[in-house]
């Protein structure tokens, strides 16, 4: 066979060789980067809740716990001097050993001396007598799902603590009244 025959039918079989696998040889190819994705912005944080104030001739607060949590959800409130108060505490925990109680005390009062003396104080609901001078007010122990009150006259202007007595509650069961004068 003559080579420029050869020649031929070589070129003839790589021709339909490229045929079979697609018909055309590779096209360059491209790749393409995608933009490197930016998070998203973290959404805001809720505004914290106001704190509730009224400067009518009474004023009405109904707590609640945060969940079964040694908490408080409503952690402040402002009212005047010599208004009514009145607190109930709605027991909304779940947990059975989450029993709660609202003790407002004095401006001079020793939150940890009233918190440990509450621990021995079972017989009057962990309210401790020998204490009461620190003591405004306060609801009687709650059970969970139990809903109780408490209604006292606003003191002088100041801050003034609120705690849960239940033994060991005292140390983050903590809440602040703000008594300001009109």
Same mark, same amino acid.
């Given at each position: 066979m003559?080579?420029?025959?050869?020649?031929l039918?070589?070129?003839a079989?790589?021709?339909l060789?490229?045929a079979a696998?697609?018909?055309?040889? /590779?096209?360059?190819?491209?790749?393409? @980067?995608?933009? /490197?994705?930016? &998070? %998203?912005?973290? !959404?805001?944080?809720?505004a914290p809740?106001p704190? !509730?104030?009224y $400067?009518g001739?009474?004023? &009405?607060?109904t707590?609640? /716990?945060?969940?079964?949590?040694? &908490?408080?959800?409503?952690?402040?409130?402002? @009212?005047?001097?010599?208004?009514?108060?009145?607190?109930?505490?709605?027991n909304?925990?779940?947990? !059975?050993?989450?029993?709660?109680? @609202?003790?407002v005390?004095?401006? $001079?009062? *020793? @939150? *940890?001396?009233?918190?440990q003396?509450?621990?021995?104080?079972?017989a009057?609901? #962990?309210?401790?007598?020998?204490?009461?001078d620190?003591?405004? %007010?306060?609801?009687?122990?709650?059970? !969970?799902?139990e809903t109780?009150?408490? &209604?006292?006259?606003?003191?002088?202007?100041?801050?003034?603590?609120?705690v849960?007595?239940? /033994?060991?509650? #005292?140390?983050?069961?903590?809440?602040?009244m703000?008594?300001?004068?009109e």
């Open positions: 003559n080579t420029r025959r050869l020649s039918l070589a070129l079989f790589a021709t060789s490229l696998c697609g018909g055309e040889e /590779p096209a360059e190819t491209t790749t393409t @980067v995608p933009a /490197p994705q930016t &998070e %998203a912005p973290a !959404p805001a944080a809720p809740a704190v !509730p104030t $400067d001739p009474a004023f &009405e607060l707590m609640t /716990p945060v969940g079964d949590q040694m &908490e408080y959800e409503q952690t402040e409130f402002t @009212v005047h001097p010599g208004l009514t108060v009145r607190i109930t505490f709605n909304t925990a779940t947990n !059975p050993a989450m029993h709660h109680n @609202v003790v005390l004095t401006q $001079d009062a *020793n @939150v *940890n001396q009233i918190g003396a509450a621990m021995g104080a079972a009057n609901d #962990y309210i401790p007598q020998a204490q009461m620190q003591i405004i %007010a306060h609801t009687p122990m709650s059970a !969970p799902g109780v009150t408490v &209604e006292f006259t606003a003191p002088a202007a100041g801050d003034y603590t609120y849960c007595t239940y /033994p060991g509650h #005292y140390m983050t069961m903590q809440g602040v703000h008594v300001v004068a």
